[in-house]
């Protein structure tokens, strides 16, 4: 509803239509204590926990800004998990750090960094469950109109996969490489990239 709403603000005059392909369950977890900082790869994770005055090193500026309004003393990596990844290794911090992130994670964010010296573990505090796509959506995907289908995680472009075939002329907009990718192996031939891993360059 958020990005619908900032394409309205954005002037995109186009009907929209908003069916999430995951809902989010927040898990109830225990921090360890004697951490000495956390990883947050999502705005998820932090919502999933109470803040502490730690350092969270953070994928990016949104997530980052979540962190610190929640209580913790956030650093953005700027961008993506290859960024976190370069911006934990110029900073060198002394763990144990730990990861809180979703039960579906891509990469071994943790044990990159336990492997280079950086003590690190993780614990899933949500989880993403998949949603069918609503009738509203099943309808204009059923059509003959082009569709604009804008696809945040691999998890969502599998999710929405799964729910075809569609009859629509669809063009993916999506927000990453590994995206990408995975519509160009189901045969989608018209899909978008955005310049940065974030919803201003989606948008």
């Known amino acids: 509803r958020r990005f619908a709403q900032r394409l309205q603000d954005a002037g995109v005059a186009v009907p ?9 369950d927040p898990l109830t977890v225990s921090l360890p204590e004697g951490l000495r900082g956390v990883l947050f790869t999502s705005k998820n994770g932090v919502a999933a926990v109470e803040g502490r005055d730690l350092p969270a090193w953070c994928v990016g500026d949104a997530t ?27 900073d060198a911090p002394t763990g144990p750090l730990l990861h809180l992130r979703g039960e579906h994670a891509r990469g071994d ?5 336990s492997a280079v010296g950086v003590e690190t573990s993780e ?3 949500y989880r993403q469950v998949t949603e069918p796509l609503g009738p509203e959506a099943r309808q204009v995907l059923s059509g003959d109109t082009p569709v604009l289908v804008p696809l945040f995680t ?17 063009e993916g907009i999506e927000i990453s490489a590994a995206v990408f990718d995975r519509l160009a192996k189901a045969g989608v031939s018209r899909i978008a990239v955005a310049a940065g891993p974030t919803a201003a360059a989606m948008l």
């Open 16 to 24: 929209i239509v908003t069916s999430p392909l995951m809902r989010i």
């Open 64 to 90: 980052a800004e979540a962190a610190a309004h929640a209580g913790w003393r956030a650093v953005s990596a700027g961008g993506d998990a290859a960024a976190l990844d370069r911006r934990l290794l110029a």
């Open 109 to 113: 964010l943790a044990q990159r960094l």
């Open 123 to 125: 614990t899933v505090v």
């Open 154 to 170: 691999t998890r969502s472009a599998e999710t929405f996969l799964a729910e075809g075939p569609v009859r629509a002329p669809v």
